[in-house]
């Protein structure tokens, strides 16, 4: 398609650039006072407005901008994704206590931006797209976690962050650079075209552009070992931010992993795959289970030895990757569907879970496990949820968790490949089992029963009653998600 | 005198592991923030390379905003830098590790 008939698909993201810019603006000609609650209507207002242009807009299942970009189901439902994880967090932004005396104009304008750099993430079909959507969106995440500017902790974690994120794109754009030096061109589609044709013998070109990839994409997923970042960056964050760097930029990286990596290394371009086939001579397969127990088995390793809530929370985000990573293994339209409903579902729980970390911070400023003893008694409103969240997480029933990982696991058998990872997986669900409970131990078994609860915001408590409802509902009923996701499962391919 | 392709990514790959060298092994962040300039300039060179190899610009185009990002990126990490320096008063990377268990 054309530029100009390009721009009537690309409606949402020009109505966030939109009101972006009329952030700025704005900023500059109101005066201090109220200045945050203007702007926070404004940002509200903003993802009330593109959610509705993304419900109008029809989606054509074709490639915009020359091919650069593709309007088709499957990135409109992971565009659904950061929608509702950048509005939970807009609404929860100004009852947290730790941004209480900072100027959030640039918080708001910043995630705003960031979901417009995973909208593009999203649906990326071009070398230059690809790089471009991924430091958007980690720039924006910089700021956003060094945002405690005053605040030790903070600044050490966005210092990290950039250090890592630049070093990794760095690595990741150098195998661009040998994609587009076999190609010559930079669509995704022709570079599956040049690694279909190699000459034989020289798979290895191929193998060293994929792991240097795997480099920049697993570092957005927080796949090990590119996960060294996620620890630091999400104990020092503010933690609204924390929680939505576990949701949303993950579901970008694995938005872009699998329609890159699918398309690039397949060896049929002819899309959705049934079987999907890597290119002749690359051990795709193997490669990706070997980073997927890696990651699953170190991220619960270490997630038992954490006393800080937040960072364990991270390690258990290192490991969620790595129970989705197991269906990138095959690839298939059945590993995407998982990894999809998994996706959803974790986006209900683990919001979730940081929520409420947020709300025990507001009212007594814990972060340490053992701090959280008998809020089970003191917060019973709050505390109830947690425990359906981390049931969720552990995936036991009847929570969404429970089915979400049921459906991932339900691909390697399926397909009769990989049982040692299925197994490596049930182990790990095992272990994650043991530090969650430990935080469910601390808050009902522990401690005293105590006369007066306490209760914060209602605007909290309503999120984290409003979280725990998908999380309990598609744990019985699921299957409009899953018809949603099989509906969603077109991607898009100029052979169609 | 046309320089063949394989000395230019020679070259570019050289250029890149001095980078990826200095980053790994360097305790100013200042030094780390130039070391991946370093490996971010031997990818421009691969991609004008390649580019001129295949006689098109989309490697050229690329190029710039390579360029773009990565002085964006520059900017936002030597802010931080400064907001760190701010509190802590030292910049070697190895004494910055107050986030631990």
């Known amino acids: 398609m054309t530029n100009l008939q390009s721009t009537a698909y690309f409606l949402p993201e020009l109505l966030i650039t939109g009101f972006a810019v009329l952030i700025v603006l704005i900023d500059v000609f109101i005066g201090r006072a109220g200045r945050n609650r203007v702007i926070w209507t404004l940002s509200l207002t903003a993802v009330v407005v593109v959610g509705v242009a993304l419900y109008v807009q029809p ?19 992971f565009k659904w994704i950061f929608l509702l994880a950048t509005a939970i967090i807009y609404f929860i932004s100004p009852y947290t206590r730790q941004l209480k005396d900072t ?55 966005s210092l990290k962050y950039v250090i890592y994120g630049a070093f990794s794109s760095g690595i990741m754009l150098y195998g661009l650079t040998l994609l587009f030096g076999l190609a010559g061109s930079t669509s995704i589609f022709d570079v599956q075209e040049a690694l279909a044709n190699l000459p034989q013998g020289s798979e290895l070109m191929a193998l060293v552009a994929l792991v240097m990839i795997l480099v920049g994409f697993g570092y957005k997923i927080s796949m ?62 193997v490669l990706i289970a070997v980073f997927a127990a890696l990651t699953m088995t170190i991220g619960n390793v270490l997630a038992i030895q954490q006393d ?3 960072r364990m929370l991270a390690y258990s985000s290192v490991a969620h990757a ?90 390697l058998i399926a397909a009769k490949q990989f049982w040692w990872l299925a197994v490596v997986g049930v182990l790990n669900s095992v272990v994650s089992l043991y530090y969650y409970m430990r935080i469910l131990k601390v808050m009902f078994m522990d401690g005293e029963p105590v006369d007066k609860t306490v209760s914060d915001h209602p605007a909290m408590t309503a999120t984290v009653l409003a979280l725990m409802v998908p999380v309990l509902l598609l744990g019985v009923y699921w299957s409009p998600l899953l018809e949603l996701i099989r509906s969603s499962l077109r991607i898009f391919s100029p052979g169609l | 005198m046309v320089v063949p392709l394989h000395h230019i990514i020679a070259i570019a790959s050289l250029l890149f592991s001095i980078g990826v060298l200095g980053v790994l092994f360097r305790r100013n962040a200042i030094i780390v923030f130039m070391s991946i300039e370093i490996m971010l300039n031997a990818v421009n060179l691969a991609f004008v390379a390649f580019s001129n190899y295949h006689g098109n610009v989309h490697g050229q185009v690329f190029v ?25 008063q030292t910049s070697d990377i190895t004494e910055i590790h107050n986030l631990k268990n």
Request: aromatic share 16%; net charge negative; no cysteine.
């Open chain 2, 64 to 88: 710039f905003f390579t360029m773009t990002l990565a002085a964006a990126e520059v900017a936002v990490g030597l802010a931080i830098i400064i907001s760190l320096f701010r509190n802590l």
């Open chain 1, 224 to 285: 090990v070992p590119f996960h060294f970042w996620t620890p630091d960056v999400y104990q020092g964050a503010p933690t609204t931010i924390t929680a939505y760097l576990s949701v949303a930029p993950k579901a970008a990286g694995f938005a872009l992993l699998l329609r890159v990596l699918g398309i690039t290394f397949g060896a049929d371009p002819s899309i959705p795959w049934e079987e999907w086939v890597p290119l002749t001579g690359l051990p795709f397969g």
């Open chain 1, 59 to 77: 989606v054509p299942g074709e490639a915009l901008f020359y091919g650069s970009l593709a309007a088709d189901p499957f990135s409109r439902f």
């Open chain 1, 308 to 310: 800080s809530v937040k």
């Open chain 1, 103 to 157: 100027a959030q104009n640039e918080y708001y304008l910043f995630l705003l931006l960031v979901m417009l750099g995973m909208f593009l993430m999203a649906s990326a079909l071009d070398l230059i797209i690809i790089y471009l959507s991924i430091e958007i969106v980690s720039i924006g995440s910089f700021v956003l976690a060094g945002f405690l500017k005053s605040d030790r902790l903070s600044n050490e974690s």
């Open chain 1, 322 to 411: 790595g129970y989705m990573l197991m269906a990138v293994t095959l690839m298939n339209a059945q590993a995407l569907q998982a990894i999809m409903f998994y996706l959803a579902v974790y986006l209900f729980m683990n919001l979730g879970a940081f929520v409420v970390a947020i709300v025990v911070h507001n009212q007594f400023g814990y972060d340490d496990i053992d701090d959280w003893k008998g809020l089970g008694f003191k917060i019973p409103l709050i505390a109830v949820p947690m425990g359906i969240f981390l049931f969720g997480l552990t995936g036991l029933p009847p929570t969404a968790g429970f089915i979400g990982k049921v459906y991932l696991f339900a691909v």
